[in-house]
């Protein structure tokens, strides 16, 4: 028993006087990180507008080429966003109203369906109805401004899964996309 105690007293002992270690002083600083996606001025996605979009018949689509200079990956996701109207808030200021393609729109003649798909090159947005297109008016077709943003996929499918993507507002302050001009008196539908 007096065996028992003795081993006890010691790493009792030993645990409270490794508690009590002075601790050095700092040692160097480590490696630097790996560098973060690749971007302009701190941006880890890139937005490009287009203003007078049109969709021509007879398939109503437009083909929209990413800006000269600009490299895409076949793994980078493009999101597109028309501007759906400007209307003023309790302060008398523009406020845009961005819509996430696909949407989808009643009409008086029936469904309009807005869509696209992309590729590293281009953003390709078509329209498809479901009554004769030529009733469509040049509200439905005419003079789109609409927003591309690229998000390389690492990010978009891993790197941030709580943004609402369809919300033009949160993404652009996810990705730390810069603020692009108002569009005054916009109307649309």
């Known amino acids: 028993m007096k065996k028992?105690?003795?081993i006890l007293i010691a790493l009792i002992t030993i645990s409270f006087t490794s508690c009590f270690q002075e601790v050095g002083p700092a040692g160097p600083p480590g490696p630097e990180g790996p560098t973060g996606p690749a971007g302009a001025d701190g941006e880890s996605a890139f937005v490009f507008e287009y203003s007078d979009v049109d969709f021509i018949s007879p398939n109503y689509e437009v083909f929209l080429d990413y800006p000269d200079g600009f490299?895409?990956?076949?793994?980078?996701v493009s999101l597109v966003y028309l501007l759906w109207e400007v209307v003023q808030d309790d302060q008398a200021n523009d406020l845009e109203i961005w819509?996430?393609?696909p949407q989808t729109v009643f009409t008086e003649n029936g469904f309009i369906y807005y869509n696209f798909d992309f590729s590293k090159i281009d953003a390709h947005l078509f329209m498809i109805t479901d009554f004769d297109p030529t009733l469509l008016?040049?509200?439905?077709t005419d003079d789109w401004i609409v927003r591309i943003v690229v998000i390389p996929g690492d990010?978009?499918?891993g790197g941030r899964p709580s943004i609402d993507h369809?919300?033009?507002?949160?993404v652009k302050e996810a990705y730390s996309?810069?603020?692009?001009p108002v569009h005054k008196g916009y109307k649309r539908r």
């Open 4 to 6: 028992i105690y003795t």
């Open 137 to 140: 008016e040049a509200i439905d």
């Open 166 to 170: 369809s919300d033009y507002s949160a």
């Open 155 to 157: 990010l978009y499918t």
């Open 71 to 76: 490299e895409g990956l076949d793994t980078d």
């Open 99 to 101: 819509r996430a393609l």
């Open 177 to 180: 996309l810069p603020d692009l």
